[in-house]
């Protein structure tokens, strides 16, 4: 068999993103390709790839070289009427999107803009892949926005390093697209976990932000006041828009991103226009805020 060429690839902002070119992600890609992508994806977080043809079945295929496919997160009883779309048949498959069939959404994540957010932050186990293929698009915005979170990191201030080395916070999802939580009351029914605020990312090996605004509610161990004053510091380091890759869909695009180092957010489009994207995701498992924290780093 012929050696697979190198990847060709192009930056697609000083932020984070690159496009990869001249590959079709219906082939069954060999795997020293699939090893080049994942090297591109650990430095370059966010990769795109256009004009692709690719069935649900192709996605799911290619996605599942990277890892265990990821299951949709079942809400509690309470908020099942805001995640309930009615084409979702498939339990690895996400429609995102803001159509309607006799009256009820066909996807999930209806209009208008979306908060920075990690997907399923708020679990135990977040995500550590997300796929998105554009399918039916509106005619402006609904651009989904990447922030760079080990640029993120890199500039806080050594002085709020040194106060959150350690520190968890409260990641919490109430099924809302841009809206904060309220915590103040009973939160055992509305998914949470707490993760640290900074984490090592187990392949890269680099120290990335992990705090979005949708999500993440609460500062552990400082006062509420504190908390407030420091995680709207920590979102605007996320959304700086220096460290933020904006995608603007065209048709055929298939995005994958890495969400233990990138926020992800949306801007508003009109919602008359209808907007779908097909999204699946790869399994994780808990994040740590040291390399020799994870399990698989630790002798006997
Ligand atoms: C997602 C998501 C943003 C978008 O699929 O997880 O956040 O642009 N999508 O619709
Ligand atoms: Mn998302």
């Known amino acids: 068999m012929d050696q697979p060429v190198k990847v060709q690839y192009k930056p697609l902002s000083s932020a984070c993103g690159?496009?990869?070119?001249?590959?079709?992600?219906?082939?069954?890609?060999?795997?020293?390709?699939?090893?080049?992508?994942r090297a591109l994806w650990n430095q370059y977080i966010v990769l795109v790839f256009r004009n692709?043809?690719?069935?649900e079945d192709e996605q799911l295929r290619f996605a599942g070289k990277f890892g265990d496919l990821g299951e949709r997160k079942a809400p509690p009883e309470e908020l099942k009427e805001r995640t309930t779309g009615v084409l979702q048949n498939d339990q690895r498959v996400m429609l995102v999107s803001n159509k309607m069939l006799e009256g009820k959404p066909v996807g999930s994540f209806g209009d208008g803009d979306m908060w920075y957010h990690i997907d399923s932050g708020y679990?135990?186990?977040?995500?550590?892949?997300?796929?998105?293929?554009?399918?039916?698009?509106?005619?402006?915005?609904?651009?989904?926005?990447?922030?760079?979170?080990y640029k993120a990191y890199d500039s806080l201030s050594q002085d709020l390093k040194d106060k959150l080395a350690?520190?968890?916070?409260?990641?919490?999802?109430?099924?809302?697209?841009?809206?904060?939580?309220?915590?103040?009351?009973?939160?055992?029914?509305?998914?949470?976990?707490?993760?640290p605020v900074f984490v090592t990312h187990p392949e890269s090996g680099r120290k990335s932000l992990f705090v979005d605004r949708l999500m993440t509610q609460r500062i552990e161990g400082v006062s509420h006041d504190e908390s407030e004053a420091i995680l709207e510091e920590l979102y605007a380091a996320g959304e700086n828009p220096e460290?933020?890759?904006?995608?603007?869909w065209e048709l055929g695009?298939?995005?994958?991103?890495?969400?233990r180092c990138a926020i992800h957010g949306r801007t508003w489009f009109d919602p008359q226009e209808p907007r779908l994207l097909r999204r699946c995701t790869i399994e994780g498992g808990p994040l740590y805020e040291e390399l020799s924290d994870y399990p698989q780093n630790q002798s006997a």
Request: glycine share 8%; net charge negative.
């Open 123 to 149: 679990a135990k186990n977040p995500y550590t892949y997300t796929f998105l293929y554009g399918v039916e698009l509106p005619s402006e915005g609904g651009n989904t926005l990447f922030g760079n979170m």
């Open 18 to 37: 690159v496009e990869i070119l001249g590959l079709d992600l219906r082939e069954n890609l060999p795997q020293q390709t699939i090893d080049e992508i």
């Open 253 to 259: 695009d298939f995005v994958m991103w890495d969400n």
């Open 166 to 195: 350690g520190q968890k916070a409260l990641h919490i999802h109430q099924y809302e697209r841009r809206a904060r939580v309220d915590i103040s009351g009973d939160i055992s029914k509305i998914p949470h976990w707490f993760h």
């Open 243 to 248: 460290n933020v890759y904006e995608h603007e």
């Open 52 to 55: 692709q043809t690719i069935t």
